[in-house]
């Protein structure tokens, strides 16, 4: 069976949510850190949609479903969120998105599309071992090999007018 990264329209998304909270619960129980209210709930935030969120967006929504956290709190969520591969920064779209991968070292791909926003992440062996060898004929050292590929997901390319 083949798996995509752009999520069917059949995915069981409340099963995605918890998978990924408790992936994130169970990383930083591991790691001995502190998975805290606030973070949990960028994090949820983030995992509701496969799509990157602005941190103003992610203000927005939390004040929907209860009290708006300050901005600098968010903010530092995202940083400590990110510090543990949880969550990752599409810089395109100055959002975040959830990790696909959490806790894994890797060089993420993302592929977004730009008609609907939504955003798969890709982890190519093939497209690292590539890049990492043009480095290093390079003596270039990657310290954070990010990639992203604007497009539409196949979804949009149907839908095209």
């Known amino acids: 069976m083949t798996t995509h990264a752009f999520p069917s329209d059949a995915h069981d998304?409340?099963?995605c949510i918890a998978a990924g909270l408790d992936a994130a619960e169970d990383l930083c129980a591991r790691r001995g850190e502190r998975l805290t209210v606030l973070r949990r709930q960028v994090l949820e935030t983030l995992l509701s949609e496969h799509r990157a969120t602005g941190a103003?967006?992610?203000i927005e929504r939390?004040?929907?479903?209860g009290r708006r956290p300050a901005a600098i709190s968010v903010y530092r969520?995202?940083?400590?969120?990110q510090a543990q591969g949880l969550v990752h920064?599409?810089?395109r779209a100055n959002a975040f998105i959830a990790c696909?991968?959490?806790g894994a070292r890797h060089g993420p791909q993302f592929l977004v599309c730009e008609?609907?926003?939504t955003v798969a992440e890709i982890a190519d062996r093939g497209v690292m071992a590539a890049i990492g060898k043009a480095a290093r004929e390079e003596g270039f050292e990657i310290h954070d090999p990010v990639i992203e590929v604007a497009g539409?997901?196949?979804a949009c390319t149907e839908a095209r007018p």
Do not use: K, Q
């Not at 969520?77 to 969120?81: G, V």
């Open 100 to 102: 696909a991968h959490p």
């Open 62 to 65: 939390m004040a929907e479903r």
């Open 89 to 91: 920064r599409i810089e």
């Open 13 to 15: 998304h409340a099963a």
């Open 56 to 58: 103003y967006e992610i």
């Open 77 to 81: 969520a995202l940083d400590f969120l």
């Open 152 to 154: 539409r997901c196949a």
């Open 115 to 117: 008609r609907c926003g």
